[in-house]
T-cell receptor, first 119, second 112 residues
C-alpha cells in the first residue's frame, strides 16, 4: 500500500478564514479523493481530485467552498474557504490504484486526516 | 444512491468475547471494504472483500454479494479492538468509480 501524509494534522481557525490541506502520496496513484467526517458522523465524499483538470464534486459540495487542486499523480490540496463553525470536521484524503498496478484492484487507502476546529 | 446499513450501532464486550458486525447494502457493488477507525481518527484497512471470505488473525470477513451483505467477525476481542468499524461500498457502474459510500459505523467498546 502507498504511504499517505496530510498537512496540517490539526488546526484551529477563525471563522471567515480559509485553510489549505495538503495530501502527499509516496507513489503515483490513479485516483485521489477528499472526504469529510463531521463530529460523531460517518465519512462523506466531497470530491474526486482529477489530475490536470477540475475536480468532480458530489451533491452538496461546491468548488467555491472547497477548491481542489491535483497538479500531478502524487499530490492534491483541498481548501476550506470562508470557514464557519459548521466546517469543523476531520478532512481525509484517500487514494486508489497504484499506477502500473492491476486495473481491477481498487482498494482505497486513507491518509491520517486533518482535524479542523473553527471558532 | 446506494444505502449502507450497519448493525449493531453500538456493541460493548468483555475482553475475550467474540462478535459479529453486519453490513447490508442496497445495490450491486464493485468494492466493499471494512475499516477500523482508532481513537486518533486514523482509518485502518481491515479487509478489501467485494465477495468471498478472508481471514487475518483474529478477524475474518465474509461478503455474500448476491444477497447484498457482509459480515465482520472479531474473535477473542482485546481492548485495542475498541473504536469504530466502518463498512464502505463502491456501487457497480461507471459513474461511481472509486466513490465509497460509508455506513454509519459500529462503535465497539471492549472492557478489560
Amino acid at each position: 500500500s502507498a504511504v499517505i501524509s496530510q498537512k496540517p494534522s490539526r488546526d484551529i481557525c477563525q471563522r471567515g478564514t480559509s485553510l489549505t490541506i495538503q495530501c502527499q502520496v509516496d507513489s503515483q496513484v490513479t485516483m485521489m479523493f477528499w472526504y469529510r467526517q463531521q463530529p460523531g458522523q460517518s465519512l462523506t465524499l466531497i470530491a474526486t481530485a482529477n489530475q490536470g483538470s477540475e475536480a468532480t464534486y458530489e451533491s452538496g459540495f461546491v468548488i467555491d467552498k472547497f477548491p481542489i487542486s491535483r497538479p500531478n499523480l502524487t499530490f492534491s490540496t483541498l481548501t476550506v474557504s470562508n470557514m464557519s463553525p459548521e466546517d469543523s470536521s476531520i478532512y481525509l484524503c484517500s487514494v486508489e490504484g497504484l499506477a502500473g498496478g492491476p486495473s481491477a484492484y481498487n482498494e482505497q487507502f486513507f491518509g491520517p486526516g486533518t482535524r479542523l476546529t473553527v471558532l | 444512491g446506494i444505502q449502507v446499513e450497519q448493525s449493531p450501532p453500538d456493541l460493548i464486550l468483555q475482553e475475550g468475547a467474540n462478535s459479529t458486525l453486519r453490513c447490508n447494502f442496497s445495490d450491486s457493488v464493485n468494492n466493499l471494504q471494512w475499516f477500523h477507525q482508532n481513537p486518533w481518527g486514523q482509518l485502518i484497512n481491515l479487509f478489501y472483500i467485494p465477495s468471498g471470505t478472508k481471514q487475518n488473525g483474529r478477524l475474518s470477513a465474509t461478503t455474500v454479494a448476491t444477497e447484498r451483505y457482509s459480515l465482520l467477525y472479531i474473535s477473542s476481542s482485546q481492548t485495542t479492538d475498541s473504536g469504530v468499524y466502518f463498512c464502505a461500498v463502491e456501487t457497480a457502474g461507471g459513474t461511481s468509480y472509486g466513490k465509497l459510500t460509508f455506513g454509519q459505523g459500529t462503535i465497539l467498546t471492549v472492557h478489560p
